[in-house]
């Protein structure tokens, strides 16, 4: 059987917990002919992992996974694919998200001072090793001094809504996440469409150049991953599917390559993108 594409794998530069280069090797080691580094809110990590990559032999997928909001209170993650992670104006859109986590995190540790917990945002920072800091590397710090026993148990005491360490974070607009992702030629992508569970916006946001769907999750059930084929294939969506690991000890235990897709999504993908194929950046000649 051909080798397979992980195409949902977050890494130090979000909230994963192995570099971009770790998260390769991983890749090669496991079998995987391609993997699609997807940090929250930021490329920070893939001129690392495209470098990595053509040492360990495995097709890196520039992407991205944007946290967007429809409405009031619907959140929704849209990948983008095979973007130009080196365009300026995708970058500092990034920007402006990842300076709000840093701010963020720091009112959750104030809110959980507050509450006498003694975490400090110094060591958040420290184990987030300058990524995009997210809810994971506050746990990792709560488990660390003994607030909490494992990552789970620090999101529910702490950590989700309506728990006294919670602070929303600010998020684009549903419509601006897909745009963003076009501006920068990337194929937009709604992530685990299964657990957000509203065809009615698939379809608007096909409207707006939408061009696939994320069919294979770790939180689907075989039910809701059947469902979303048939919906991608009505539709002329490219079904993509990946791990979504983030590798954290103590964490969700989805590894990489634990979900994967065949290797024609990928070229599914790159072929519709419109960005400079990450194979040949001037730079490769210097
Ligand atoms: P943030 O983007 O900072 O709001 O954090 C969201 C991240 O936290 C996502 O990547 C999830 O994978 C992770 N997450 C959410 N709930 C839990 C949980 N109960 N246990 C472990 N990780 C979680
Ligand atoms: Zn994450
Ligand atoms: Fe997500
Ligand atoms: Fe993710």
Redesign the pocket.
């Given at each position: 059987m051909e080798r397979p594409a992980d195409l949902h794998v977050?890494t130090t530069a979000?909230?994963g917990a192995l570099t971009p280069t770790q998260v390769v090797r991983l890749a090669a080691d496991v079998g995987l002919a391609a993997i699609g580094i997807t940090d929250?809110?930021t490329v920070a990590g893939i001129d690392e992992a495209l470098e990595a990559g053509k040492s360990a032999g495995v097709v890196v997928v520039p992407g991205v996974e944007i946290?967007a909001i429809h409405g009031h209170n619907t959140e929704v993650h849209i990948l983008g694919y095979y973007i130009d992670h080196r365009n300026r104006t995708l970058i500092d859109q990034l920007d402006v998200l990842r300076n709000a986590?840093a701010l963020?995190g720091r009112k959750m540790v104030e809110r959980l001072n507050a509450v006498g917990i003694p975490v400090s945002f110094e060591r958040v920072s420290e184990i987030a090793q300058g990524g995009a800091?997210?809810?994971?590397?506050?746990?990792r710090a709560l488990v660390e001094i003994g607030a909490a026993s494992t990552?789970?148990a620090?999101?529910?005491r702490y950590?989700?809504e309506g728990a006294p360490g919670y602070v929303e974070?600010y998020k684009v607009s549903l419509l601006e996440a897909v745009a963003m992702v076009l501006r920068a030629g990337g194929v937009a992508c709604c992530a685990h469409v299964a657990k957000l569970n509203r065809d009615e916006l698939l379809v608007e946001l096909m409207r707006e150049g939408m061009r696939a769907i994320e069919v294979r999750h770790p939180d689907h059930s075989p039910a809701g991953t059947k469902y979303y084929e048939q919906f991608a294939a009505k539709h002329n969506l490219i079904p993509t599917g990946g791990s979504?690991a983030?590798c954290?000890e103590g964490?969700?235990t989805t590894t990489v390559g634990g979900i994967t897709v065949p290797f024609d999504i990928v070229e599914r993908l790159q072929a519709e993108s419109r960005a400079p194929s990450p194979g040949v950046w001037p730079t490769d000649a210097e």
């Open positions: 977050h979000s909230d929250h809110d946290s986590r963020r800091i997210g809810r994971p590397h506050v746990a990552i789970d620090a999101f529910g950590l989700q974070r979504d983030h954290i964490g969700k």
